[in-house]
């Protein structure tokens, strides 16, 4: 399967403790970004990596939040003493910067980790 | 700043009709792209069909088009003859061009086909 991976599919923690996912893009796809889906909710932009560099964070991650991409390959996001408020689906996906670059940027995404804050 | 509406929280559909489900979007960049995307129970979002702003003709792909009014700045998915294995939560989104990475989704309108 060389599709979206990400790891774990269900995380079950409890309040204060820390978190870590893993995504694995498609290999040869250079951009990756990570959202987060509540119930009911479209997708909500986190974060942005073009190879390994994050070039762009949402106002939605906290300092408790850190995602890295070190060589440009797999991320992970990490979520520090994790509040109830945190429970929701983690959503990787990567993408391909083509030669037309600009707004065409056809994402594909992983399975998603659900994360539930006890 | 970006914003994307879908005011249909569900539709049903017959199996075997077409379907069109409302996007609504605003941007004040002239370069942007509007996706659609697809999740089905199991959680995997699914890419669909893409339109440019820029793109003189509507998308197509398979059984879905994408009615593109950019005057009126909307962007319905048309599915055509549905099948029940398109029951899921439908999402439009919309990346702009002008050098920002961010996507932006709509709340999702979800399909149900029935038999």
């Known amino acids: 399967d060389t599709g979206v991976s990400q790891d774990p599919r269900h995380k079950i923690t409890k309040r204060g403790q820390n978190v870590t996912f893993r995504c694995d893009p498609i290999?040869?796809?250079?951009?990756l970004y990570w959202y987060r889906q509540t119930l009911g909710q479209g997708p909500e932009f986190l974060t942005y990596?073009?190879?390994?560099?994050?070039?762009?964070k949402s106002r939605l991650l906290s300092d408790r939040f850190s995602a890295e991409r070190p060589k440009g390959s797999f991320s992970t996001l990490e979520i520090q003493r994790t509040e109830q408020g945190d429970s929701a689906m983690y959503l990787c996906?990567?993408?391909?910067?083509?030669?037309?670059?600009?707004?065409?940027?056809?994402?594909?995404f992983g399975p998603g980790t659900r994360l539930t804050v006890l | 700043a970006q914003k994307i509406t879908q005011t249909q929280p569900g539709m049903f559909v017959q199996e075997k009709e077409a379907v069109t489900l409302d996007c609504t979007y605003d941007?004040?960049?002239?370069?942007?792209?509007l996706f659609w995307y697809k999740q089905p129970s199991s959680g995997e979002m699914i890419f669909l069909i893409y339109q440019g702003s820029y793109d003189q003709q509507n998308a197509t792909e398979g059984r879905y088009s994408l009615n593109f009014q950019k005057a009126r700045k909307s962007a319905n998915l048309v599915i055509s003859a549905s099948q029940l294995g398109d029951s899921a939560m439908y999402f439009c989104a919309m990346r702009e061009g002008g050098g920002g990475f961010k996507t932006i989704f709509g709340a999702g309108t979800r399909l149900f086909v029935k038999a």
């Open positions: 941007t004040s960049d002239p370069s942007y792209g």
């Open positions: 996906a990567s993408s391909l910067r083509g030669a037309s670059g600009g707004a065409r940027d056809t994402q594909y």
């Open positions: 290999s040869e796809h250079n951009r």
């Open positions: 990596f073009q190879n390994e560099a994050q070039l762009e």
